[in-house]
């Protein structure tokens, strides 16, 4: 048996020395967690979540109860923690990525927009607005941060606007589904996702004029949260980071959101939302969708739907 340590905020972010080059790659994607290898037991004594290769790949394997945890051991004292995933060693590089993209949310990736006192500002008002006892009000906030985090993903040159759209683009739900979701209730889906779009730019720029964003930032991130619900129109002077956040809101769904809503809404509507989001992500971006860890049906609904696109 072998492990993976990853070491969430709070460590340096210079590139570790002497990491086997199995796992360079991960260490690229994501630079903000720090990988040990992990012969044996741990040596220091981070807080820590362990993560069994052999669990993680079960059918059975109970996702919420590790969002859960891990969302507890992240907010603990909001300190360094560490996730060790252990496994054999043929397995351990691609099973950490899947778990480490499913923890990713917690690993603060910042850059030079948002490496400032006023973000972190945006993100205690965020987190304040979302009333986390709620279990739909806390799957919100975990997509919004890791909606965030996959812009770094996708572009790790984000600007301001792009990262403050990905974590308010769902920022309407506090009003209309903190306690039921009501969308497969609408006549018009696509009718329903832009009001939905709409009302919550306005709620986003309100919030963020408070905070003390300038005003060309915040109004270009209202523009992209009121226009994220379909593809840029012709002309659209922020297509590219419109583009963006629509890879971003729908790897964090097939990454993080897919199985409830699988349990929350059914098979036929999860293959509805599956072609619907789908056809908002970008080619270039589906090569993430093969290192995610789906459910079987979310899987299967995938697999048709890009078999449909590429006919």
């Known amino acids: 048996m072998s492990g993976l340590r990853a070491i969430f905020r709070g460590v340096s972010r210079e590139r570790a020395h ?3 080059s199995a796992w360079e790659g991960l260490a690229r994607e994501l630079p903000a967690i720090r990988l040990r290898e992990m012969p044996g037991p741990p040596e220091d004594d981070i807080p820590s979540l362990s993560v069994p290769v052999e669990e993680w790949e079960s059918q059975n394997f109970n ?3 590790m969002d859960w945890r891990l969302d507890s051991l992240a907010e603990r004292d909001f300190g360094p923690f560490a996730v060790d995933i252990l496994g054999r060693p043929e397995e351990l590089p691609r099973a950490a990525g899947e778990i480490l993209t499913r923890c990713q949310r917690w690993m603060d990736r910042r850059n030079e927009a948002s490496r400032s006192a ?7 008002e965020h987190r304040d607005a979302h009333d986390l006892a709620k279990p739909l009000v806390r799957a919100d906030y975990d997509h919004a941060l890791d909606t965030w985090q ?3 993903r996708l572009a790790p040159d984000a600007d301001l606007a792009v990262q403050l759209a990905a974590l308010f683009h769902d920022v309407e739900r506090l009003a209309s589904e903190a306690d039921a979701r009501v969308e497969h209730h609408a006549a018009d889906y696509q009718v329903f996702k832009n009001d ?3 009302r919550g730019a306005e709620l986003a720029e309100a919030l963020l004029a408070w905070v003390g964003i300038d005003a060309g930032a915040r109004e270009r991130a209202a523009h992209l949260i009121a226009a994220h619900e379909h593809l ?4 659209d002077p922020d297509a590219a980071a419109l583009s963006l956040l629509n890879d971003a809101d729908a790897l964090s769904f097939f990454s993080l959101n897919s199985g409830g809503y699988l349990d929350y809404f059914g098979p036929e509507a999860t293959r509805r939302k599956v072609a619907y989001t789908l056809r908002r992500l970008r080619p270039e971006a589906r090569r993430y969708l093969d290192g995610l860890r789906l459910r079987p049906t979310v899987a299967a609904a995938v697999a048709a739907e890009l078999e449909a696109l590429a006919a």
């Open 18 to 20: 002497g990491l086997p």
């Open 63 to 65: 996702f919420y109860d």
């Open 118 to 124: 006023v973000f972190d500002r945006v993100l205690a």
């Open 150 to 152: 996959w812009t770094f």
């Open 196 to 198: 939905h779009a709409a």
């Open 232 to 235: 840029p129109g012709p002309g």
